[in-house]
């Protein structure tokens, strides 16, 4: 059974940093992208960032491009999120994803057929 799990997520302040996690198994990690979608109560699902498996592709999403870095540092069954200069609109619950190959679809919510649990991201000013 495929099971994503995330962690890194915390409590912190305006302009600090965090690495999130996400460590998937049970997955064919050759066949699937990894994403990182954050959620805030009563919004949508917003696309954040996105990674092939062999981490030679990535993309981004307009609203975090040159804070947010996804990275797999060599590891198939991971992705990683460096978020740097938070604020506090980053607060969310950010949520790891695994997609079939590569495309326009990684930036899509409903394309992603694995989710982990989230793990919440609160930014303080």
């Known amino acids: 059974q495929v099971h994503l799990a995330e962690s890194g997520g915390g409590w912190v302040q305006a302009g600090g940093s965090l690495t999130l996690s996400c460590t998937a198994s049970g997955l064919d990690s050759t066949e699937y992208s990894m994403g990182w979608f954050r959620q805030t109560p009563g919004k949508e699902r917003t696309f954040v960032a996105a990674?092939?498996?062999?981490?030679?592709?990535?993309a981004y999403g307009s609203s975090v491009q040159g804070r947010f870095t996804i990275d797999k540092h060599g590891d198939r069954n991971s992705a990683y999120l460096q978020i740097d200069s938070l604020q506090p609109d980053d607060t969310a619950v950010y949520y790891c994803?695994?997609?079939?190959?590569?495309?326009?679809?990684?930036?899509?919510?409903?394309?992603?057929?694995?989710w982990g649990q989230g793990t919440q991201v609160t930014v303080s000013s």
């Open positions: 994803g695994a997609v079939r190959r590569w495309g326009p679809w990684v930036e899509t919510t409903d394309q992603y057929v694995y």
């Open positions: 990674i092939w498996s062999t981490g030679d592709r990535t």
